[in-house]
């Protein structure tokens, strides 16, 4: 289970390494509000899995502050929307400081909260934030949508000398699959296709990746599509990417957050600027609408692309009416 | 003291000549808080700076010719170029950095605390903030994290009576910052910050209960920041001030009560000042022939991990 599978990368780092601590609110008694950190506080004691007060600014410096001077922390954060009461320490402090202090130190942190669209959890619990954090120099930022790479990326993340942002959709929390047995690892900056295809490229981000590989599922008869879920959005692996528009010539994004001067977008600058001569129609990017995420569940579902939309939207690049440019 | 105050005095030279470039902070007027407090720390304690920093990284034991040439922005500066004034690092020396913004260092020094207690070594981190700084929101909750925790962090606001330009009658409601503190249950005292041996009692005392394992405390320095906020750009104060602050020099304070009680004679301070210019011209001197950073490491992230 995804959820699950963050705790156990949590807890085989913290086993590895005793630097290793979490921190956050509710994450100890409670074992965090989605229960993510279940059993730690137990397991590793209070010293290591340290439940703070709800005031993001300090815990975020503390971790931060802890970071360069040889601990490796790990935030929880308990709805992605609170790290903005705090985001003078994660962009001006924790992205900076290895920068500006000319490389001499490091701040080997990882910053991990959960979002999501679909739970009717309104405006200021619900948004995506990626797509600022990849506009952050500094940050790496990770997006896992399967359990084996929520595991495998955040054992790495762990591992990873400098901030890394981890982003968890918590619609994605109780979903099973099979997983190996024994320690993986995913590197950052690995994209991986989640689907093979021949015809049409769908870069797809969390939760998106499932609905368009369901919306390939769908197409399967009449449209080959590959789903290429990018994991890591900065650093990005264009190359797989690029790769696959190469054979395909079509590119759609597909997130469920906003789609101007957002994630999706910049993917469809860099393989406009790397990779135009493959791509025989405009690339698109299909994501939320411009709004705050709306309460009703109806409004809510109308906000991000369903697979109903995703269909329509590799059909309508495909059909007749698309523009051609070749 | 006086390395800092001729230091300050040199780039405020160099400044105004164009030699030094960006956004300078002096810190003329302060000296005895920095050395009161920094007197009472190891080399292996943490010192948490601001953007006025000069004299917290002198008071730390920093190479005075790679401090200018990071404020010159050369390869060979204390953050190799990529600081600034502001950004002055020397972890070596404990001096973990200074910050663009105005209390954003507070909780990173609870974090150093955080750390020694978390290893489990006698360390101490101090925060040096101001009285604007006392009015971030962190500040407060830094505060209570600090009691909580029972972190062995120090807490030293340099009550120089100005955020930016702002009196500090015209920014705090109550200008006892102490009370704030023990509000959250962190113990404090309030000090003539011109005043080096009761700045530097105080910090003992504080250090002491730190590295016991006794909690965070507070000091607040009563001081007076001498030059403009920034650079050279005048600010306002009210008429007779700075000429009233010229009888609380901390360094004309301190050289008069060493010359009085014969510690030091006049002599030997005429000594220690051509010591102290020499070794600033030749910072100087190693700054200016320092290479630049390669431009292309800028664009390469070349530090970056």
């Not at chain 1, 005793?18 to 989605?34: P, S």
């Amino acid at each position: 289970m995804y959820r699950t599978a963050i705790t156990e990368a949590m807890s085989e780092e913290m086993e590895r390494d005793e630097r290793v601590f979490v921190i956050g609110e509710d994450v100890d008694l409670f074992g965090g509000v989605y229960k993510t950190t279940r059993g730690l506080v137990e397991k590793f004691g209070p010293k290591r899995v340290r439940g703070t007060p709800i005031s993001e600014a300090a815990f975020f410096g503390l971790a931060v502050g802890a970071a360069m001077t040889g601990l490796r922390p790990i935030v929880e954060i308990m709805y992605m929307d609170f790290a903005l009461v705090g985001m003078d320490q994660l962009v001006n402090q924790a992205a900076k400081i290895h920068y500006m202090s000319g490389g001499q130190v490091k701040i080997p942190l990882v910053v991990r909260g959960q979002f999501g669209v679909g739970t009717a959890e309104a405006a200021q619990h619900s948004q995506h934030l990626e797509s600022w954090f990849v506009h952050t120099p500094g940050f790496k930022v990770v997006m896992p949508a399967t359990a084996y790479d929520a595991k495998g990326l955040l054992k790495f993340a762990i591992r990873d000398d400098n901030p890394v942002i981890y982003l968890e959709n918590r619609v994605l929390y109780l979903r099973k699959e099979e997983v190996p047995d024994g320690e993986w690892l995913v590197p950052l900056g690995s994209a991986d296709v989640k689907r093979e295809g021949t015809d049409f490229t769908v870069v797809a981000t969390s939760n998106a990746v499932h609905k368009s590989s369901e919306a390939a599922q769908r197409l399967a008869s009449e449209i080959s599509v590959e789903v290429i879920d990018p994991r890591t959005l900065d650093p990005l692996d264009l190359a797989t990417i690029l790769k696959s528009i190469k054979k395909t010539g079509h590119l759609l994004v597909v997130q469920e957050g906003v789609v101007g001067a957002s994630f999706g977008a910049e993917v469809v600058r860099q393989v406009t600027q790397d990779g135009f001569s493959y791509l025989r129609r405009a690339p698109l990017v299909l994501g939320a609408r411009d709004v705050p995420v709306p309460f009703s569940p109806v409004l809510e579902k109308a906000f991000v692309p369903q697979v109903d939309d995703i269909i329509q939207a590799i059909r309508m690049m495909l059909g007749p009416g698309a523009p051609a440019s070749d | 003291m006086l390395l800092i105050r001729r230091f300050e005095e040199k780039v405020k030279k160099l400044y105004n000549g164009g030699r030094v470039v960006g956004a300078i902070h002096l810190y003329i007027g302060q000296e005895a808080v920095a050395v009161g407090v920094c007197q009472a720390l190891k080399k292996q304690d943490y010192v948490f700076s601001t953007h006025r920093g000069h004299g917290h990284a002198i008071a730390k034991g920093c190479d005075l010719g790679r401090m200018m040439a990071e404020l010159m922005g050369r390869e060979t500066g204390l953050s190799r170029g990529h600081g600034g004034s502001m950004h002055l690092f020397d972890p070596s020396r404990g001096l973990m950095g200074g910050n663009g913004i105005v209390g954003g260092g507070i909780p990173l020094a609870l974090g150093a605390a955080f750390s020694a207690q978390y290893r489990g070594t006698d360390q101490v981190a101090v925060a040096f903030f101001s009285d604007g700084a006392a009015n971030q929101g962190v500040f407060a909750e830094s505060l209570n994290l600090a009691a909580l925790f029972k972190l062995p962090v120090i807490f030293v606001c340099e009550n120089n009576r100005y955020a930016a330009t702002t009196p500090v009658k015209l920014s705090c409601a109550r200008e006892a910052i102490a009370e704030r503190a023990e509000a959250y249950g962190v113990p404090a005292a309030t000090v003539d910050g011109n005043e080096v041996a009761a700045v530097h009692e105080v910090a003992v005392n504080a250090v002491r209960r730190a590295r016991g394992g006794d909690g965070p405390f507070y000091i607040e320095c009563k001081t007076y920041r001498v030059e403009p906020h920034c650079g050279i750009i005048p600010d306002d104060r009210e008429k007779g001030e700075r000429e009233a602050w010229r009888t609380k020099d901390p360094v004309a304070i301190f050289r008069t009560r060493l010359t009085a009680e014969k510690v030091i004679t006049p002599a030997a301070i005429e000594v220690m000042e051509k010591e102290i210019a020499g070794r600033l011209e030749k910072a100087v001197e190693f700054a200016e022939q320092s290479p630049w950073p390669d431009p292309k490491s800028a664009r390469h992230k070349s530090c970056l991990v």
